[in-house]
């Protein structure tokens, strides 16, 4: 790849040789201090960050995983998009978008871990398996799990992109078959940074990216480790739908009036509000759109194990509970039954009881 | 029926406020919190600014769960330090194998008919306390951290996130806090039945005024029917 050749370059060196003006590098500077909630005054930070700093070297994993997060990746919309952002995070690894194969790329993943020991970022992408050894996902001729480990020993930091990486994903959902197991689960010793979706939005992982690199520090997490910037609010709570949430105004199926209207998804089960990421701030694909604006419920796809919590489209998960399907009101309708039952019950034994006293009473008297 | 033959003043009036207080907040936030989870009016037609469809059904759950706090802080106070004999915790011991004793054992006894002749309490029977303990102390507790730190998502960084925000990881997330807390709200209708019914049935066996003590305060010893 070429970008091995550049390792030394800074942003703007690439900005630059790509033809991109001064006036749309400051822009995109701009653009991303307010991506990462920086007040206008860090602007000449990131600037002179970009500018000045080498670029991070980046190793790009890819285990159990669906390359969602590479497509997300791919169209960030800031100026002149894909391969400038290639160059950008000096991606000097990736297997799936690299042209080289087999040994001369693994050399080459080797070669950088050795060069930039300590400092370069590794990015994962999916997950490994942990299940016998590791053999249901084998990459280069070993298994995933012993590569992860090998190459997170030397890297700065982690980042753990989409929800595979950050929590699991569909391949940790119950019954587990492989083994899966999140970046987290495996790697102990080292910062990771979790950016989880499915896929996470393409500026949220540029930006991520921008932040360390401009500040050499990993952005503030939240309690799951989730950068603050982009997880620190609920879908609800930004979600341009939620006035029709708070007037009651829902719609109740996907061919009704109300579907046309654009009413709350709440009760076709809209996860938006136990959500957390940036869906109705930054939207998808340069802000055209996200899943609630084309009439989706949120799925709640960069919260911790949500395939296990469905279905999708309901409020209240369902749950086993004695040998089937139920969820809490089920449950809990069935226990009140139960308390009652045996209210009644114990009144019966009870009533017989004291008849019985009371005539053995009787017959004592007389 | 017996004839009265001494009143002894048990509920006093800080309890009975309590009791109240907490029956009419209990029933409120489980029939708001129900609806908000399956909101099933619709509102009329027009524009969602005419409405609170939603919103006044949280706006009550909110409400109703201040007061709740408010109620069992103060039910905590007065516990601790009312120097109330009937209403302190003094006698509640479950740490010490010595309190699942005899009056343990004989007051499940009577509860399971293997007694014939029934313990009687002035305040609360050992499984009483017991089940207030469980459902009243621990399932307010947990309704109430479990709700704060739901009630503080729409502010991350503020009081309740930072306070009771931990409840979130510790149940795996957001909407399964949510799910726990729903499933968890069911234990005050169950309770409800089991109260009322221990409480008339004890009026019943006893004779001892239970239910209307809770009332005026008082509960009466009877004296045995004359034989």
Redesign the interface.
């Known amino acids: 790849m070429e970008v091995v050749m550049q390792s030394n370059q800074t942003f703007a060196d690439v900005f630059k040789a790509r033809g991109v003006s001064r006036r749309d590098f400051l822009k995109f500077c701009s653009l991303t201090s307010v991506y990462l909630g920086l007040s206008p005054s860090m602007v000449p930070n990131i600037v002179q960050a970009m500018e000045n700093k080498p670029r991070t070297p980046v190793i790009w994993l890819h285990g159990l995983e669906c390359t969602c997060c590479s497509e997300s990746f791919i169209r960030s919309s800031h100026p002149t998009i894909e391969d400038l952002l290639f160059n950008m995070i000096s991606l000097d690894y990736d297997d799936v978008l690299s042209a080289a194969a087999g040994h001369q790329l693994e050399d080459q993943r080797k070669k950088i871990m050795k060069e930039y020991k300590g400092k370069y970022i590794l990015a994962v992408e999916g997950n490994a398996s942990t299940k016998d050894d590791g053999v249901y996902c084998m990459v280069g001729g070993d298994s995933f799990l012993n590569t992860l480990k090998e190459t997170a020993a030397d890297a700065a930091a982690i980042v753990a992109w989409g929800a595979c990486a950050s929590f699991g994903c569909v391949q940790n959902a119950d019954p587990n078959p492989t083994g899966a197991a999140p970046v987290s689960d495996i790697i102990k010793d080292k910062p990771i940074v979790k950016v989880p979706g499915c896929p996470p939005i393409s500026e949220v992982m540029t930006g991520v990216i921008t932040h360390f690199h401009t500040f050499g520090t990993l952005p503030e997490l939240?309690?799951?480790g989730r950068p603050?910037a982009f997880y620190?609010?609920?879908i609800h709570?930004k979600c341009y739908r939620r006035?029709?949430?708070?007037?009651?105004?829902?719609v109740r199926s996907f061919d009704d009036e109300a579907t046309r209207k654009g009413w709350c998804l709440?009760?076709m089960g809209c996860?938006g509000?136990?959500?957390?990421n940036s869906c109705s701030k930054i939207q998808w694909n340069g802000g055209t759109s996200f899943p609630i604006g084309s009439g989706h419920p949120c799925i709640?796809c960069s919260?911790?194990?949500?395939w296990d919590?469905g279905p999708f489209y309901k409020?209240?998960?369902e749950?086993p509970f004695l040998g089937s399907d139920s969820n809490?009101?089920k449950?809990?309708?069935i226990?009140?039954g139960a308390?009652?039952a045996?209210?009644a019950a114990?009144?019966a034994?009870?009533a017989v009881?004291?008849a019985k006293?009371d005539k053995h009473?009787n017959n004592?008297?007389a | 029926m017996g004839r009265i033959i001494e009143e002894i003043y048990v509920w006093r009036l800080p309890v009975r406020l309590y009791h109240w207080i907490n029956a009419l907040c209990t029933v409120a936030l489980f029939v708001t919190g129900?609806y908000i989870?399956?909101?099933i009016?619709?509102?009329p037609l027009g524009e969602?600014?005419?409405?609170?469809?939603?919103?006044w059904?949280r706006y009550v759950h909110f409400a109703a769960a201040f007061i709740f706090i408010a109620n069992f802080l103060f039910r905590m106070y007065w516990a601790l330090l009312g120097g109330d004999k009937y209403a302190r915790f003094g006698g509640f011991r479950p740490w010490s194998p010595s309190w699942w004793g005899t009056p343990f054992k004989e007051q499940v006894a009577a509860?399971l008919?293997i007694r014939?002749d029934e313990p009687n309490y002035v305040g609360h029977n050992p499984v009483a306390a017991l089940a207030h303990f469980v459902f009243i102390f621990c399932g307010s507790a947990f309704m109430i951290f479990s709700g704060l730190a739901m009630y503080g998502?729409?502010n991350?960084?503020g009081f309740n996130a930072t306070w009771f925000?931990?409840m979130?990881?510790l149940f795996?997330?957001?909407?399964?806090l949510?799910?726990v807390h729903?499933?968890a709200?069911?234990i005050f209708?169950?309770y409800v039945?089991?109260h009322l019914?221990a409480v008339f049935?004890h009026d019943?066996?006893d004779r001892t005024s239970v239910t209307s003590s809770i009332i005026t305060g008082y509960k009466h010893k009877v004296e045995e029917?004359p034989?």
């Open positions: 939240d309690r799951f603050k620190n609010t609920r709570d006035a029709f949430f708070d007037a009651g105004m829902f709440y009760k996860k509000p136990t959500t957390y709640g919260e911790p194990n949500f919590r409020r209240l998960a749950v809490a009101d449950i809990g309708v226990a009140v308390a009652a045996g209210a114990h009144a034994v009870t009881k004291k006293t009473e004592d008297k | 129900m989870a399956a909101p009016l619709n509102p969602a600014v005419w409405y609170k469809g939603l919103a059904w509860y008919f014939s998502e729409n991350p960084g925000g931990w979130i990881p795996g997330g957001s909407y399964t949510h799910f729903h499933l709200a069911w209708p169950i039945i089991m019914y049935r019943v066996v029917e034989a």
